[in-house]
């Protein structure tokens, strides 16, 4: 097979493998739950812009560093850094091996409400958009539905690369797209949906803030699966004949288009529901979506609402395989131990360390709340402050990083020779110019900025 390059550690069969995988881990919750959330919160189009802004002009170059790391050194996260020479630099991928571990933790949480959302679309509970409260402070229930997923994940990851990952990402993710299309073109036919447009696509460039800013970085870093090694880690299943540059385009353009998608379907049913301003929250699409199913129809709605929320389930699944597999590559190849039995340990551990996250939507008040940040008035939960900690201000750090040693102690030239093995004239056209330009200063200054001011007015 074209494209492994060391059988003991599996490869993806083709490039369209490892593209297909590596957008199956960027697509997920980010796009679906997390990004038309943070787009409410964030004041509506001031953040859509922000956040393309992000992916194409800093996020894009990024990427490219870590898969050409991945691939150069054939290691996971945090050997990449010690097999290029750079021993002090695997500090980075031990800090991305941690936020790995903390994404996965809540987001096998969200995970549980999708799935436990597909058997209550199927048998036609609409109200429980309403309730979706009493849902998430059912913890026995979400724990049921968390633990199915995460041993999922586990039995997928524990088959190894090449026979898990692909087969699942190339069946789901087109329906997936089909049917967010189709509700998108259904979404827009509503009364009203046009304020929601409006809201998605006009920015109020007021709106734009150091948090809001923050916000869409984080959210960038967090949809294209960035800033923590699994790019690395995939990139090292990927060939040296294959093209960095348009694989990096393809799965970037999916998850942005993906999640640009989703967000003009949930605005449009927001606005046609009279649900704008209420603050939704994590909760924003469980409390907006089982309306928009029910005005379908009573038949096809149940439908149509249990396989959209089936399909959001495996796009989450291809996103926890991929989490799951950054602290295990790590384990088998340092440690050399068997990746069976250090996938359940791994997987099961992650899944304890998500029980907080569970508890604290209103069962245990300490964890309801958990942190009270001197930025706002109310404390936050156990899982907002992890999903702070670990997508909004470790993933950049982690970019912020990878682009200083890419550029600095990698060094820019010998990014671009491993680049231009499978693109020649990479480091000549204007692309790669830029990517090295960015590499070198504007993601170094831009994303080190934002996250320092930031943490800082939170804290301090
Ligand atoms: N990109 C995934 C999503 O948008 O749902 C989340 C994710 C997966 C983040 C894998 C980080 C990662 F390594």
Redesign the pocket.
Known sequence: MAGIKDSSRGGFSNKIGFVLAAAG???????IW?FPFEVSDGGGGAFVVMYLAFCFMLCFPVMMAEVAIGRKTNKNAVGAFTENGHRAWSALGKLGVLT?IL?LSF?NVVAGWALGFAIEMFAGNFELGQNFGAFIGNWQLNLVFSSIFMVVTIYIVAKGVSGGIEKASKILMPSLLILILSLMAYSLTQEGAVDGVVYYLVPDFNAITFETAYGAMGQAF????LG?G?LITYGSYVGKKDNIVTSTTMILLTDVGIAFIAGLMMFAFVFSQGLQGQGGGAGLIFTVLPGAFESIGPVLGRVIGGFFFVLLSFA?LT?TV??LE?PVAYVVDEYEVRRERTVWIVGVGIFLLGIPSMLGNGTVPFFTEFVQYSSSENPVSFMDFIEDMASDTFLPLGGFLISVYTAWVWRGDNFKKEVEIGNPGFGDSLIGKYTIFALKYLAPFILGSITVITVLSKFF
């Open positions: 881990s960027a697509v997920g919750l980010g796009n997390k790995g994404i987001y967090f949809s294209l699966s923590m699994a989450a996103s991929s989490l950054v």
